[in-house]
């Protein structure tokens, strides 16, 4: 639809995308540490500029030892919010015994 009207969306800048997924993660409450996001000293999240996109992850489940990492390749701003949403879900999901 988008080529019919002539709209095209913005183009994707992955070093502002970084800057706006850190503010996010933390007004999530994350605590950044060598772009890399904790919550209460387990590690829950990270991110960095690959190329012209942002390769960005979230572990399966909070752990003090070596996390599992589901991890997703950004590549407009919809990525981004999808994927800040999706955090955002597990954050609220993940009970204090997880931590």
């Known amino acids: 639809m988008s080529e019919e009207w002539g709209i095209a969306p913005p183009p994707f800048k992955p070093d502002e995308a970084l800057q706006k997924l850190r503010r996010e993660l933390r007004d999530l409450g994350l ?8 919550r ?18 979230r572990v399966k489940r909070p ?25 955002k879900t597990q954050l609220a999901l993940w009970s204090d015994r997880d931590d």
């Not at 605590?31 to 904790?38: G, Q």
């Not at 690959?50 to 390769?55: N, Y």
């Open 31 to 38: 605590t950044e540490r060598d772009s890399r996001f904790e």
């Open 63 to 87: 752990t003090r030892g070596s996390p599992e990492w589901i991890e997703k390749v950004l590549r407009s701003g919809a990525d981004l919010r999808s994927f800040v949403a999706d955090l």
């Open 40 to 57: 209460r000293g387990s590690l829950v999240a990270r991110a960095a500029v690959e190329g012209d996109a942002l390769r960005a992850a």
